[in-house]
């Protein structure tokens, strides 16, 4: 399972000076808090280990639909090369996270123990038309037509339980799938589903 998140730090509610300690004391644990004091830039560490829960959370939901966001709950630990972990203390569950980011976004996903790093594919975009939802489906679809070898008109995105789902020629596709939006920019990130799980799906 796969989970990502984009921030897009031009946007004004990535703006640190809206947010109050109360915020950090309340979302980040003593650590993270710690690494967000002794960074060079602050702010921008502030939003990584923000986008390494809100990924984390997306796949612990898929693996659990009682999960909640709790985002202290989710302890991240970011190294140097841009890779990283997060923890739950109630699950000891550990979801390996990558981020990428330029100078006015960043992304993060996460996957479930066990699976493959480089299986992952995503990609981030634009939003366009003013429709943030609907420009993440149609970057992960335009993305992903080639690999399942079918046409972008043969693939649509769904939900489940507010979800995604990607849906082949009326059928769940073989890719688990995560769609994040924030501010101008959207992003997807999909992982090839083990066999037993699609035909179950
Ligand atoms: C998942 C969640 C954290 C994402 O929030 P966000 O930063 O506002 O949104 P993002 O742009 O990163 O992601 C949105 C996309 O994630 C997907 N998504 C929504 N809920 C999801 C979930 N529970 N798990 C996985 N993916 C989810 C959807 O595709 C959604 O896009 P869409 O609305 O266009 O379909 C938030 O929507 C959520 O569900 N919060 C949890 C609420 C909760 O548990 N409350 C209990 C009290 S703490």
Known sequence: MVGNDL????DRDADSRTFSARFDLRVFTDAERASIRAHTDPARQRWRLWAGKEAA???????????????????????QRGSGVARTGRTGTVYRLWLTETASRIHVHAISPGADPAAVVWAWGPVRAGDPSRSARELA?????????????????????RIPVLWLRGAPASLDLSLSHHGGWVAFAALPRPCRQASAA
């Open 7 to 10: 921030v897009d730090l031009a």
């Open 141 to 161: 679809i335009r993305v992903l037509a080639p690999r399942l070898r079918a046409a972008a008109g043969e693939l649509e995105v769904g939900r489940a339980d």
């Open 57 to 79: 959370y997306k796949v612990a939901r898929k693996l659990d639909a009682r999960t909640v966001f709790a985002p202290s709950r989710f302890a991240v630990e970011l190294d």
